[in-house]
């Protein structure tokens, strides 16, 4: 079973920076992390959906939602089986957890259900995620 596990969260003022990190391990003998060919954070906030904040694919393609473009940047260490999420210039507004995933094929920007959670049509890998409070 792939296992995902992420640090980096915590508090920080408006204009402070985290930089979120998920290694992936566990991989068995039928898959390896050259399988996986998109690799994102998800953000959920308080009462809101699971959408997709930034991800990268295997042939190193970004895609970032709106509200992140110029702040966020996502990055990918094959080596390490480990994403990065450097957040910059962060706002109240991007308060919420933050939750790793990837996939065989393709993560859908809206995941449906509440992030960490199985769906027929989002199978990803979860983290357990983790908490991005900005806050003066």
């Not at 959920?44 to 959906?49: H, L, W």
């Not at 990268?56 to 970004?62: A, F, H, M, R, T």
């Not at 509440?114 to 900005?134: F, Q």
């Amino acid at each position: 079973e792939v296992l995902l596990v992420e640090s980096g969260g915590g508090t920080v003022q408006p204009g402070g920076s985290l930089r979120l990190s998920c290694t992936a391990s566990g991989f068995s003998s039928d898959y390896s992390t050259a399988d996986f060919r998109e690799w994102g954070y998800y953000k959920q906030g308080p009462g809101r959906e699971c959408r997709l904040a930034a991800s990268i694919n295997v042939n190193n393609v970004l895609w970032y939602t709106e509200s992140v473009k110029g702040r966020f940047t996502i990055t990918r260490d094959n080596a390490k089986s480990t994403v990065y999420l450097q957040m910059d210039n962060l706002k109240p507004e991007d308060t919420a957890m933050y939750f790793c995933a990837v996939h065989r094929g393709s993560l859908l920007i809206d995941h449906g259900r509440p992030c960490g959670t199985k769906s027929p049509w989002n199978d990803a890998y979860w983290g357990r995620g983790t908490r991005v409070t900005v806050s003066s």
